[in-house]
């Protein structure tokens, strides 16, 4: 029963576009979520995070969205650079389980140059 | 400084070794994380340190056995491990469970461990 889902699990988008990674989630008790990038052979680095009381969050290129009636959550990227090419960890934090986060499967994000 | 490391990088062990991973932070965080995570797989949680005391254990393997000495260190001992165990072990630290609205996971690089 995976509480966390991105649906795409790889995604190709042409240098200086945006790029949109999604996610959805079942668990309406979550309470925070956070967006994680992670290079190969690299730990997860914390990207950009929302609370569930937002609705936009933004820092720089990338933008959370959260649309909590449809419990759907998107990063945008604007404008992609090469450097972005990474996977994409989306994850939702729980307060009745500790604060413990359960993560999505991941998006592959490819940035052509 | 967010840095959360992680000793060693890399680690092939047989089945019948004992070995010890590490992991290190000087944040001052009070909550510290295991994570297991297979290839083209999201990070799994393993194993909650709140304030020095194992808060969750996800019904873990007893081959793993973790351990915090202090506030800044976190080991995860393996002992008797399967071809399968092979992953890439990752470590976190957080602030801590004081209600936090951010609370955020700070990651290490990990530990590639592979099991013969």
């Known amino acids: 029963d995976q509480q966390v889902k991105q649906n795409s699990p790889s995604l190709s988008v042409q240098e200086g576009r945006i790029s949109i990674l999604n996610c959805d989630y079942t668990n309406s008790m979550f309470d925070y979520f956070l967006w994680y990038k992670k290079y190969p052979a690299e730990g997860p680095t914390f990207l950009i995070s929302?609370?569930?009381?937002?609705d936009k969050n933004e820092d720089g290129r990338f933008t959370v969205f959260l649309n909590k009636s449809a419990k759907h959550l998107s990063l945008h990227i604007v404008p992609s650079q090469p450097g972005d090419s990474a996977v994409y960890f989306c994850a939702a934090r729980d307060p009745n389980a500790g604060n413990m986060l359960t993560f999505g499967g991941g998006t592959r994000l490819m940035v052509k140059p | 400084d967010t840095e959360v490391t992680q000793t060693p990088k890399h680690l092939v062990m047989g089945m019948t070794n004992k070995k010890s991973l590490k992991c290190e932070q000087h944040m001052g965080h009070r909550a510290m994380y295991w994570y297991k995570q297979k290839a083209k797989k999201p990070p799994e949680l393993m194993f909650v340190y709140s304030y020095e005391k194992l808060s969750i254990n996800e019904s873990v393997p007893s081959r793993f056995s973790p351990e915090c000495p202090n506030s800044s260190l976190l080991n995860l001992h393996l002992h008797a491990l399967q071809p399968e165990d092979s992953a890439l072990y990752l470590c976190?630290?957080?602030?801590?469970?004081?209600?936090?609205?951010?609370?955020?996971?700070?990651f290490g690089a990990g530990t590639r461990l592979s099991v013969l």
């Open positions: 929302i609370s569930s009381i937002k």
């Open positions: 976190a630290s957080s602030q801590g469970r004081e209600g936090l609205a951010k609370n955020i996971q700070y």
